[in-house]
């Protein structure tokens, strides 16, 4: 893989694939949905209160870590289900260690939210 020449077309259907799990992730993931409109909500208050650019800053991080994370948890269930139905510790450990990422990016859009909108 390494060795393969550059070729513009497949760096152009890359980034096909990334945009389809984008996709993916809004059409099928409930999750994805409420952080989605918890996105859209953020972003129209920062323009309603004029938040500043530093501000801004840490609404775009908290935004963009939050949906890393939750397409990181979704990829890793995606994969211990097509590994596995059947009950397996490991397979718990990971999707509970995934879904814990979600939680910790998630309290920390909230808190960011707090400290921007509110404090
Ligand atoms: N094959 C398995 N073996 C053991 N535990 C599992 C297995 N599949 C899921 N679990 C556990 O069952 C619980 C629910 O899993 P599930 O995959 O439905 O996650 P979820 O977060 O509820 O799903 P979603 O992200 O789609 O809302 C979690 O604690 C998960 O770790």
Do not use: Q
């Amino acid at each position: 893989m390494k060795n393969k020449k550059f070729s513009l077309r497949e760096r152009v259907n890359s980034f096909k694939y990334a945009f389809n799990g984008l996709k993916i992730l809004l059409l099928e993931e409930h999750n994805a949905r409420i952080h989605s409109l918890a996105a859209i909500v953020a972003i129209a208050l920062g323009f309603i209160l004029k938040i500043s650019h530093r501000e801004w800053l840490w609404i775009m991080l908290a935004i963009a870590l939050v949906f890393t994370t939750e397409m990181i948890n979704t990829a890793i269930e995606t994969i211990c289900d097509e590994i596995t139905t059947e009950s397996r510790p490991g397979i718990k450990k990971a999707k509970d260690v995934a879904a814990g990422a979600v939680l910790v990016t998630a309290v920390f859009a909230l808190l960011v939210a707090l400290f921007v909108f509110v404090l």
